[in-house]
């Protein structure tokens, strides 16, 4: 992968945009999005603003791919604008990628924040050689009921607000939840989600201490990409850790065998240094992924290939910021992973 651009990192007083490249849900759920965008104000200091569009409705939302993408250019190129943040995922940002003009991204560097369908603008970031967070969004993390989880308040401080290197990440012991209480319900808003205890990250597979730069997504949303101009060359995975995690939809573990199967066929397996697994949704069928996964590792004869799963990243909250492009460690024998460098710049 060649080297990235490193985007400055956060200061308290700037300006943050938040946009809706996906689901419109910001503008269907307006007390959540207040919350959300309270925490980013009170717990980081910034100063939030919505692009244009970011609060319409998700109909109106839905009919006009080309306003989300004139949306994200109009943010990187504002020189105020330090930082964007998607409100949300969605099923569908892959639509905008045809009115996106990647020269504006890669000559106005500046962090972009989300996950799940946002993958799709992590890729368009990647392909404009610009480093973006992988990370929490307004509505999931910033707006958890009854505030922000720790982890999640430190993971954004250390990876977003300090040019040093983000350092070892270490499993949530305070517990993760995946609870679904339905944000439309206002007499829910004030019930903290319950914790389910963590037995820490599952490292299955490794025989020793390997480096390298993460790249990786949604696997949902990363089908999506393949064959179109944004899927990176063959070339691009070469000496890499591959993130991966899995959305709510929770995938049977066949279309996991499936999409994995496609990353061998194509060599991407045979290249990368390593893969990290998020923590699937509900915790559904962790053990059975794990399986699949050591499956498809003994056919393509990659059984020394570092592999840890059930990691605190993905659709589960809360989650650590992958930086991408940004080099990383696992470590085994130690069982620790570790991001090498910052992911910003002063």
């Known amino acids: 992968m060649k080297n990235l651009t490193k985007p400055k990192a956060l200061k308290k007083g700037d300006k943050v945009a938040t946009i809706s490249l996906s689901w419109g849900g910001a503008g269907e759920l307006p007390h959540r999005y207040e ?148 944000w439309f319900d206002t007499s829910l808003s004030n019930t903290k989600r319950k914790l389910v205890k963590s037995d820490g990250w599952n490292f299955l597979q490794g025989k020793e201490k390997v480096q390298g730069r993460l790249i990786g997504g949604c696997l949902d949303v990363l089908e999506f990409l393949k064959g179109t101009d944004f899927w990176p060359s063959v070339e691009t995975w070469n000496d890499c850790i591959l993130f991966l995690e899995t959305s709510e939809n929770m995938a049977q573990p066949s279309t996991l065998r499936y999409w994995l199967r496609n990353y061998a066929a194509q060599g991407i397996l045979h290249r990368i240094k390593g893969i990290i697994l998020g923590r699937p949704y509900d915790f559904k069928y962790a053990k059975e992924y794990n399986d699949e996964i050591l499956k498809i590792i003994k056919e393509e004869k990659l059984t020394d290939l570092a592999i840890v799963t059930e990691m605190d990243f993905g659709h589960t909250c809360p989650t650590f910021t992958i930086p991408f492009g940004v ?5 085994c024998v130690n069982k620790t992973f570790t991001i090498l460098e910052s992911g910003v710049s002063e």
């Open 35 to 182: 919350y959300g965008k309270k925490q980013l104000q009170e717990v980081f200091g910034l100063e939030v603003v919505e692009t244009k569009n970011a609060l319409k409705p998700a109909d109106w939302i839905y009919d006009n791919p080309k306003a989300r993408a004139e949306d994200l250019m109009e943010a990187f190129s504002d020189p105020s604008i330090k930082a964007i943040i998607s409100n949300i995922g969605g099923e569908e940002s892959v639509r905008i990628l045809p009115f996106l003009d990647l020269d504006v991204i890669a000559k106005n560097p500046k962090i972009f924040l989300g996950f799940s369908d946002s993958t799709i603008t992590h890729f368009a970031c990647l392909k404009a050689g610009l480093t973006s967070f992988y990370g929490t969004s307004v509505l999931v993390g910033f707006a958890e009921n009854c505030g922000m989880h720790d982890y999640q308040i430190q993971d954004i401080k250390r990876t977003l607000f300090a040019a040093k290197p983000v350092g070892e990440i270490v499993p949530n012991i305070e517990g993760w939840t995946t609870e679904y209480l339905d």
């Open 327 to 331: 080099l990383a460690e696992i470590d």
